[in-house]
């Protein structure tokens, strides 16, 4: 069995979880947590649909559950000089961070569900689509429903803040902004990743 197909019974879930083996068998008899039973009739939660019900209610995921891949990260803004300080501040957080860029929310779409990044980097000015438009996108779309959004935007904090959040982004940042903010930022959107 390679690492893709890895699983986990429901005493070894609930450990990663921090609930009780009832909990799991409530969560997968509810439709809410996907599994399949063995040939013994024990139930089995596969990694991949453990990680995804971890990143859709938002909660922490264990280290030995962190994807072997690097992290990809999607940076979204229509400003070369955003793109170039984001790039280099992603690569002095983690070296091997693989950054993909957009530079409109049309590619933004298209790269997202291509590419189904940890972390989006998204401006809300963008041309074409919006990125609040963007943002929507992204949680509708139910492969990409794990996904955190750090929206950045240098139109007005509070009303973008508010109107970013009920969009669907996790973190919001007001442009301009420091590299040790960005940092800071991302490294808490990250966490929650």
């Known amino acids: 069995m390679n690492k893709r197909e890895r699983s986990f019974g429901t005493h070894a879930a609930a450990r990663i979880c921090q609930v009780s083996p009832t909990t799991i068998i409530r969560w997968i008899e509810g439709g809410h947590l996907p599994s399949f039973a063995t040939l013994g009739g024990h139930r089995r939660v596969r990694q991949a649909d453990l990680l995804a019900f971890l990143r859709e209610r938002k909660l922490p995921i264990p280290d030995e559950m962190r994807p072997a891949r690097p992290t990809q990260v999607l940076v979204v803004d229509d400003e070369p000089q955003v793109l170039r300080v984001i790039r280099r501040t992603l690569a002095k957080i983690d070296p091997k961070i693989e950054v993909h860029e957009a530079l409109d929310g049309f590619e933004a779409g298209s790269k997202a569900a ?18 609040l438009k963007v ?40 442009k301009p902004f420091t590299v040790q903010e960005f940092k800071e930022n991302f490294v808490r959107v990250l966490g929650g990743s």
């Open 114 to 131: 291509q590419l189904v990044p940890d972390v989006v980097v998204l401006d809300l000015k963008l041309p074409g689509i919006d990125g």
């Open 135 to 174: 943002c929507r996108m992204i949680r509708s779309d139910p492969r990409l429903k794990g996904m955190k959004i750090l929206a950045i935007s240098g139109q007005d904090p509070a009303e973008f803040e508010s109107r970013s959040l009920k969009a669907g982004a996790d973190y919001f940042l007001a």
